[in-house]
């Protein structure tokens, strides 16, 4: 089996073994999916969802969160760690979506990234699950799933974005994405992979490696 037939086979199994599998930051537009992924940096989703209802009340666009005073928003995102910088990027990434994008967050991969505080990680989220376009989001479970099934030896996560995204057709990035994050953060995990409740094992050279 080629590495492109295992990674169709593995997308299959994703499939039906998490059909609940989806981007698990609550948000209603592009904007707050935008905000929410920056927040959840050293964070969890879960706090990160804590925060969101009363933040997004409080400013219910990139105009309110490009006014909002420093300090306060430094409160307003205290829980969610790293509060100083997060609050510095946000306020800038919305002023620079006001003046240079109407207000309405950008699709174009290099518009989004030359957004403060908005890596490729955080675009790609936007892109696929916002907009629906095509991109690999490599956080750490993507990554650790990918090196595991062998699809790369990368460490660098734009190098694992394109070895892994040129094991699918774009039309199913998005997918696998959401799947790959899923399957990682609560089968495969760091420590102590859950390979029992797997239906990777036959396609999986890591689980391999550990029977042999
Ligand atoms: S078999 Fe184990 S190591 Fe391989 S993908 Fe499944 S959980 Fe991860």
Known sequence: ?????????????????????????????????LIATILSAQSTDRRVNLVTPELFKKYPDAAALAGADQSELEEDLRSTGFFRQKAKNVIACCE????????????????????????????????????????????????????????????????????????????????VSRLFVWHGRYTCKARTPLCAECNLQDLCPWFRDQVD
């Open 1 to 33: 089996m080629s590495d492109a037939e295992r990674a169709a086979e593995v997308l299959t199994r994703l499939r039906e073994l998490h059909p609940e599998a989806r981007v698990e930051l609550d948000h209603d537009n592009p904007l707050q999916l």
């Open 96 to 175: 620079r979506i006001v003046e240079e994008h109407g207000g309405s967050v950008p699709e174009d991969m290099d518009d989004l990234t030359a957004l403060p505080g908005v890596g490729r990680k955080t675009a790609n989220v936007v892109r696929a699950v916002a907009f629906g376009l095509p991109g690999i989001t490599v956080d750490t479970h993507c990554k650790r799933l990918s090196q595991r099934l062998g699809f790369t030896e990368q460490n660098d996560p734009v190098k694992i974005e394109h070895e892994v995204g040129s094991l699918f057709p774009p039309t199913v990035w998005a997918d």
